[in-house]
């Protein structure tokens, strides 16, 4: 396959996927939007192999195949179309392979870790699964202070705890609960409460608490924004835009009441998009993307 091929392959996955990232990348010059259809595409593709993996396929097996692939792509050997289209970009972007292993690590711990016992527990998946995703998109981007990292890292985090929240009920159905077993046995609810779907005042306390966490680290991301150069805020034009789709997520969330055992929250693609206008607009009028978090 060409890399041309590759990469129609990759915005192909993109774009019909419904994802909240989508509308963000239509933000971005040709190129760099390229190489972010290809890491969502490689992120989505990941995913699938331990979730979905093929049939009569070991989940582990394509973990370790994905891995190959990766080296591959920096050997410029790779086979899939992800990887074909990655090794390509890779020829005018640096970025670590380590980042790539990294996520893997990440995904591949569903796995093997069903649950978690405290936060600090969780910790290391967000940050495998997420953050590491925001450092790669850093270098796509072209940021340049160091600081810039702890904005990806907290951004990361907010984004997956509300990923969490948000799909609270299906993923324990699926035998996955990432919220704490710390923060049930503080605020007296159950697995069993959750799995029978009860919206209980204790569970609205212990939602309310999730989402407060969740709140901090958007918060620690937009004031570590604050402090970056005018250059580097411009440049993250696309992880603010996610910023808004994801925080306002967070808010429906505490509108319903924490209601998340019904249809997925979400936002309608209008409204998606017209956070992402609104962003770039302050951005390109004003050389601001500061927004309420």
């Not at 503080?186 to 569970?203: I, K, M």
Request: aromatic share 12%; glycine share 4%.
């Amino acid at each position: 396959m060409s890399p041309q091929d590759a990469q129609a392959y990759c915005k192909d996955v993109s774009k019909n996927s419904g994802s909240n990232f989508y509308y963000s990348f239509l933000f971005l010059p040709p190129d760099r939007r390229d190489l972010m259809y290809t890491i969502y595409a490689f992120c989505r593709e990941v995913d699938n192999a331990v979730d979905e993996p093929p049939a009569g396929s070991d989940p582990l097996d394509q973990v370790m195949l994905w891995r190959k692939e990766v080296t591959a792509a920096y050997e410029g050997t790779p086979s899939f179309p992800v990887t074909i289209s990655l090794g390509h970009h890779l020829q005018h972007v640096d970025i670590p392979e380590t980042y790539f292993q990294d996520l893997i690590s990440g995904v591949a711990m569903d796995l093997t870790i069903k649950r978690y016992q405290t936060f600090e527990d969780l910790y290391p998946y967000c940050y495998r699964v997420a953050s590491v995703v925001g450092l790669i998109c850093l270098k796509v981007f072209g940021t340049r202070a160091p600081e810039a990292t702890e904005y990806a890292t907290n951004l990361g985090l907010a984004f997956q705890l509300t990923n969490i929240l948000r799909d609270i009920g299906s993923d324990a159905e699926n035998n996955r609960i990432y919220v704490p077993q710390e923060d049930f046995e503080r605020f007296g609810y159950s697995e069993q409460d959750l799995l029978a779907r009860q919206h209980t005042p204790e569970f609205v306390e212990f939602m309310k608490f999730q989402c407060e966490r969740a709140r901090e680290y958007y918060e620690k991301a937009q004031h570590i924004l604050q402090t970056l150069p005018p250059t580097d805020r411009r440049s993250l034009i696309v992880a603010e835009i996610m910023r808004g789709v994801y925080s306002r997520i967070l808010d429906q969330i505490e509108a319903k009441n924490y209601q998340v055992f019904g249809p997925r929250v979400s936002l309608p693609s209008l409204n998606r998009l017209l956070i992402a206008a609104g962003i770039w607009l302050r951005s390109s009028l004003f050389g601001s993307t500061t927004q309420q978090a």
